[in-house]
């Protein structure tokens, strides 16, 4: 167990190891265009939604 410190009364404070940090990239072209297509349909299951509940009530 990797602690860094102990009180006086016998507390050990332990903390958790940080994960090494790795940096995102650009997506490319066909990715931001697949963003794009899922965005659209989200949009549009999410108005549909809306519109059905205008309808039903």
Known sequence: M???TQTDNG????Y??????TY???PDFYQQRRYLKQGAIA????SLVVFMSFLVS
């Not at 507390?11 to 332990?14: E, M, W």
């Not at 958790?16 to 940090?21: D, G, L, N, T, Y």
């Not at 949009?43 to 999410?46: E, H, K, T, Y």
Request: aromatic residues 10%.
């Open 16 to 21: 958790a190891r940080e994960p090494k940090m």
């Open 2 to 4: 990797y602690t860094t």
């Open 11 to 14: 507390v050990i404070n332990n």
């Open 24 to 26: 995102a990239s650009m």
């Open 43 to 46: 949009a549009l299951f999410v």
